[in-house]
């Protein structure tokens, strides 16, 4: 069932939602970099209680639907909820069926993410927005803790019986933002580009005691992945360098934004 713009008395706010505040408002304005007066079909894969729902058809011209694991999490109105197995990769939408698509703190909850991205290049018309979130494992925290620990920031031991997989607890794919933009790329989409929905303040302080090794070792890894093994060329080489720029380093969660091309 697809819910309009426009039939907001049968709105009530969520209480708790599975993203942010925070996550919500850094992906409404991705989406206005992209696509400044959006209007069209909207789909969110892995809506959980609504919250980006609620204020994207509050902030632009759509008729929402929605998917995920389950279909009773939902507390927006009627908005009817698709129950799908996103490890499987399939959703059941025809062939350009969307002109945004988003997908926000799923990701990491899968076994498997990149047939879901190519799934969801396939509903998308030419010329539509997909945002994708996860949390950021390569900020200096997440690299520190997993130097330390072995586990990233937002992933840890999971007990052999967790089935929790909409909480942290059942975060089991940490997805680093070159991985995921080699998906994003693979799978036909252009205008690749992140934001963060906050800066770590803590961070400042290794982040000034790190930057010039940080910069430096990347240059030289790069300059040998490029001329001894080959692995970094003209196509990659923005990716690779943007996982070291600052906003990465100290960004708590990574807001990635992709168009699918026209024709």
Not at 11 to 28: D, K, M, N, Q, Y
Not at 64 to 93: F, K, Q, W
Not at 137 to 163: A, C, H, T, W
Request: proline share 4%.
């Amino acid at each position: 069932m697809a819910y309009e713009r426009g039939e907001t008395s049968a709105i009530r706010r969520p209480s708790e939602g599975l993203s942010t505040a925070r996550i919500v408002r850094a992906t409404i304005d991705k989406i206005r970099e992209l696509s400044p007066q959006f209007c069209g079909d909207y789909l969110d894969v892995g809506s959980g209680n609504g919250k980006l729902i609620d204020r994207v058809i509050r902030e632009f011209r759509v008729t929402a639907h929605a998917c995920d694991y389950r279909s009773d999490l939902m507390t927006i109105g009627d908005l009817a909820v698709e129950a799908v197995d996103l490890n499987a990769g399939v959703l059941p939408y025809e062939d350009a069926s969307f002109d945004l698509v988003t997908c926000t703190e799923v990701i990491e909850h899968l076994e498997h993410y990149r047939p879901l991205v190519r799934e969801m290049s396939r509903i998308l018309r030419p010329g539509g927005v997909l945002i994708i979130s996860t949390p950021n494992v390569l900020n200096l925290r997440s690299r520190l803790r997993y130097l330390l620990f072995g586990f990233f920031n937002m992933f840890g031991p999971i007990r052999l019986e967790e089935e929790r997989h909409h909480s942290t607890h059942g975060h089991i794919n940490p997805v680093s933002y070159f991985y995921l933009a080699h998906a994003l790329s693979e799978a036909g989409f252009a205008e690749i580009s992140f934001s963060v929905d906050k800066r770590q303040r803590r961070s400042w302080l290794s982040l000034l005691v790190l930057w010039l090794p940080i910069r430096a070792f990347s240059a030289f890894c790069i300059n040998r992945e490029r001329n001894r093994r080959r692995t970094v060329d003209a196509g990659n080489e923005r990716f690779v360098r943007e996982m070291n720029r600052s906003e990465m380093l100290l960004g708590r969660t990574l807001i990635v934004g992709c168009r699918k091309p026209e024709g």
